[in-house]
């Protein structure tokens, strides 16, 4: 019960999933549909075994009932959408609420643990494990968490489903603020983007794994997980050099990231499966937008190529 599973890592590619195509968003509520999500499926089957799944919406509900009902090998990770408990004045782009918006925000988060509860009871051969949030502590979040309240989420979680519990999040809080949660949780997700950090492809690896390292070394004993890491192919100068975005290099950074973390037993998700144009800005080069292994109509970029170029 709540154990941490030391042969995921061993048993197949993880990646980070969310299906939405062009008109798509989960910010109007709408989702893709069940045959295009067997479509995504289809793709992801031939190279991937565990998927991450961000929030308890219709959208992973679909992705959970197509894979019950045609019998698919994956393994998901389910995550809870959090919305801010706390305003932020560190985010740069504004995080600054009124108490009637973060009350009613706490209440929508309960009942996002309600359906991951949900969820993870009808599909419990599917969900592998469960996430109470992603990057909702770190200093820039614009849907801030406090601490008590991350761990009041795992407890909960933990009280009635048998998966084990985790939090997804940068590297930085799991350094300092993040102590009393990690005591809770079965196991610790982390994110590293050295491209996001202005780091060139020639030291990006070494950067994640420095980031790592900092991890274990203050949680020498618990297991952890990479559960982002990536690098976009376009950028408009929002915080990355368009110089450093490319297929070229975001196949050189993902093929090197898969041979060290198989060589290193760490299971970990590229971010991520195919580009999102809901995401950021309306500019068409923001690089919030360009992460995907695919394009969003699904064609296959460079990194697919060399990713999987050895096998049959």
Avoid at 33 to 45: P, Y
Wanted: hydrophobic share 40%.
């Amino acid at each position: 019960m709540h154990n941490y599973d030391k042969s995921w890592a061993a048993s197949g590619n993880a990646i980070c999933y969310s299906g939405y195509r062009a008109g798509q968003s989960p910010e109007h509520g709408i989702f893709p549909s069940a045959l295009e999500i067997g479509e995504d499926l289809a793709l992801l089957q031939q190279g991937w075994k565990f998927l991450r799944l961000y929030d308890c919406t219709a959208h992973a509900e679909t992705v959970l009932q197509v894979i019950e009902e045609q019998q698919l090998d994956f393994k998901v990770m389910l995550g809870a959408n959090m919305t801010a408990e706390s305003s932020n004045p560190n985010c740069p782009w504004g995080a600054d609420f009124d108490a009637a918006t973060l009350a009613s925000n706490r209440i929508a988060n309960d009942r996002e643990i309600d359906r991951l509860i949900a969820l993870s009871l009808r599909y419990p051969d599917s969900v592998f494990s469960v996430s109470i949030g992603n990057e909702a502590s770190v200093d820039w979040s614009d849907h801030l968490v406090p601490v008590d309240r991350l761990i009041a989420h795992t407890l909960r979680l933990k009280s009635a489903i048998t998966q084990p519990v985790t939090f997804c999040e940068n590297y930085v809080p799991w350094t300092n603020k993040l102590e009393p949660l990690a005591k809770e949780l079965d196991f610790i997700s982390v994110h590293t983007y050295p491209v996001w950090e202005y780091q060139s492809i020639e030291d990006a690896m070494a950067y994640t794994q420095q980031n790592l390292q900092a991890v274990i070394d203050k949680y020498p004993d618990k297991p952890i997980v990479i559960t982002e890491a990536g690098w976009t192919t376009a950028s408009n100068g929002r915080g990355i050099e368009p110089s450093n975005a490319s297929q070229q290099l975001q196949a050189i950074y993902c093929r090197e990231l898969m041979n060290w973390s198989r060589e290193a037993g760490i299971l970990t998700f590229i971010f991520e499966a195919f580009d999102e144009s809901w995401k950021g800005s309306e500019d068409p080069l923001e690089p919030e937008k360009h992460w995907g292994l695919w394009t969003e109509d699904r064609q296959p970029k460079l990194a697919l190529q060399t990713l999987f170029a050895n096998q049959g």
